[in-house]
T-cell receptor, first 115, second 114 residues
Framework: KAGVTQTPRYLIKTRGQQVTLSCSPI?????VSWYQQTPGQGLQFLFE???????NKGNFPGRFSGRQFSNSRSEMNVSTLELGDSALYLC??????????????FGPGTRLTVL | QKEVEQDPGPLSVPEGAIVSLNCTYS??????FMWYRQYSRKGPELLMY????GNKEDGRFTAQVDKSSKYISLFIRDSQPSDSATYLC??????????????FGQGTILTVHP
């Protein structure tokens, strides 16, 4: 069974640009969560999508947005990039939303560097 | 102050040692407590999870949760060089709208040398 895939794996952008990252969940999984990982702040929750609807959101500015498609694939977008947005962006998929226990499976991440 | 505090280390131990990793937290709504392992250039993978207080053992790994002290631990017995990784504690509540939101500790970098 294929795991969570994220594309691209590496990305270099300049300040002010925007970027779109993609995540394909494990087959059959319908919930996708996004996290940002930096050396200073660690892993921080960005948002969660289920059935094409954002169900949960972390404390990030509005420049960070996401969406989910009918096939459960998800994208996140960061507009007007800042140097501080350089990070590893991780996507995690799980079977459903709202279950008592719901293991999240992480992808390898997209390493974004903002110059 | 962060909701979850974890000593980032780094921690270096000889092969065969017992390793103790710990996290403290402040949010009493947390009910699920997890330990993830992350190898370099990989995403985190779930090692163990515990619901509420108590102990859980899986092979060389033991997870402990003390909700009264808001303190969780992971013990690794007979540590191996292949255990060298970053270990992250994570927590979430069990109700409301926060099902999918995991709150992570900073992660502890562990090196087990032969």
């Amino acid at each position: 069974k294929a795991g969570v895939t994220q594309t691209p794996r590496y990305l270099i952008k300049t300040r002010g640009q925007q970027v779109t990252l993609s995540c394909s969940p494990i087959s059959g999984h319908r919930s996708v969560s996004w996290y940002q990982q930096t050396p200073g702040q660690g892993l921080q929750f960005l948002f969660e999508y289920f059935s094409e609807t954002q169900r949960n959101k972390g404390n990030f500015p509005g420049r960070f947005s996401g969406r989910q498609f009918s096939n459960s694939r998800s994208e996140m977008n960061v507009s007007t990039l800042e140097l501080g947005d350089s990070a590893l962006y991780l996507c995690a998929s799980s079977l459903a939303f709202g279950a008592v226990w719901n293991e999240q499976f992480f992808g390898p991440g997209t390493r974004l560097t903002v110059l | 102050q962060k909701e979850v505090e974890q000593d980032p280390g780094p921690l270096s131990v000889p092969e065969g040692a017992i390793v103790s990793l710990n996290c403290t937290y402040s949010n009493s709504a947390f009910q699920y407590f997890m330990w993830y392992r992350q190898y370099s250039r990989k995403g985190p993978e779930l090692l163990m999870y515990t619901y509420s207080s108590g102990n859980k053992e899986d092979g060389r790994f033991t997870a402990q949760v003390d909700k009264s002290s808001k303190y969780i631990s992971l013990f690794i017995r007979d540590s191996q060089p292949s255990d060298s990784a970053t270990y992250l504690c994570a927590m979430r509540s069990a109700s409301g709208t926060s099902y999918g939101k995991l709150t992570f500790g900073q992660g502890t970098i562990l090196t087990v040398h032969p």
